[in-house]
């Protein structure tokens, strides 16, 4: 198995979901490791737990500081403990926007409510008070907004007859303690996830002018021109049981420049099958090393490669200069 991501987890108080998040790592194949507990609060019940399970832990209160102090200090233990990933369980503070960019995109939060609804606190009575009939629990990414960052998974919870806001809460609770943990689980490993890489090369691919994707023989492709007479410059290929399981394949110059590449790079590149002999080369996207600024610019070259004259000729008179 891969290396695990290495996962800080910050808490004030009881520290429930940090618990499940412990458990959960302790399974072999879990693809992460906690490698911090951190708290704002040196008597959040939870940090005795951590330690317990021989969790490296580290407690700083936030009295007397400003905001971005006491940010920089939890980010710089956060750091020094090696993490990858910020994981927010029950954390009752306000991040600064420095602090939430340092960890974008590596950061998540989980909420008890099935966000956008009910944002911030009470939510379980907010919930009863507008006759919901399902609540629930989502984990989201963590941007400068309150509980606001796209939702990577949520977990609906019926709401019962009779139900008051505290049995509501730890009915909750309880599949807050099962979605967080897969949540995470799905999430570090979304680099090996083929959904995702292609999503990376789609986004990369229509980010070009006048492209459209059009499916060929049953892989993704992506062509430049009108529907009628566009012409392809790159497709998603994906074999489960071949030796390359995930790649995007895009135009060279010719046979030499393909020879060349794979001289260069023989794990990163190869002569796809179908298309070898034409110049297209394969490029691996599951090697867990993807340069997407790399991809981008392949794509890109592809397209000049393929693009009608009257798309490029602003391209080729800047060249010369
Ligand atoms: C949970 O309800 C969570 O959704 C919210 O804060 C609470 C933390 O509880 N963000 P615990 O400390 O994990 O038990």
New binding site residues.
């Given amino acids: 198995m891969a290396e695990k991501a290495r996962v800080a987890i910050l ?10 998040l412990v458990y959960a790592a302790k399974a072999g194949d879990c693809p992460y490791e906690i490698v911090l507990v951190a708290s704002n609060d040196p008597a959040a019940p ?1 940090l005795a737990l951590a330690e317990a399970e021989a969790i490296a832990t580290c407690a700083h209160p936030h009295k007397g500081l400003t905001r971005e102090a006491h940010d920089q200090i939890m980010h710089d233990a956060i750091v020094r403990s090696g993490a990858e990933y910020v994981v ?5 503070r306000i991040l600064s926007d420095g602090f939430v960019q340092k960890w974008a995109d590596r950061m998540v ?4 409510s099935l966000l956008p609804k009910y944002k911030g606190l009470d939510t379980y009575q907010r919930a009863l008070d507008a006759g919901d009939r399902v609540a629930g ?1 989502s984990v989201h990414l963590v941007t400068p907004q309150l509980d606001d960052g796209p939702i990577l998974a949520q977990t609906e919870v019926a709401i019962l007859p009779g139900d008051d806001a505290d049995s509501l ?1 730890s009915r ?2 309880i599949a ?1 303690h099962q979605l967080y943990p897969a949540t995470l689980a799905r999430y570090v490993t979304r680099e090996a996830d083929p959904e995702w890489i292609l999503d990376q090369v789609r986004k990369r691919a229509l980010a070009l002018e006048e492209t459209h994707e059009r499916e060929s023989f049953g892989s993704p492709g992506w062509r430049v021109g009108s529907e009628k007479t566009g012409k392809y410059f790159a497709y998603f290929t994906q074999k489960l049981h071949g030796e390359a399981s995930v790649g995007l394949l895009v135009k060279t110059s010719g046979l030499d420049e393909q020879a060349a590449l794979i001289d260069a790079d023989p794990e990163l590149y190869y002569a796809p099958k179908f298309y070898g002999k034409s110049g297209w080369i394969a490029i691996r996207l599951d090697l867990g090393r993807t340069d997407w600024d790399h991809i981008a610019d392949w794509l890109a070259k592809s397209w000049r490669l393929v693009a009608p004259k009257r798309l490029t000729r602003m391209i080729d008179i800047a060249d010369q200069f």
């Fill in positions: 808490i004030s108080g009881r520290g429930s979901n940090m618990a499940a939870g927010l369980a029950g954390y009752m939060n989980i909420h008890p629990c809460a909750i609770l807050e």
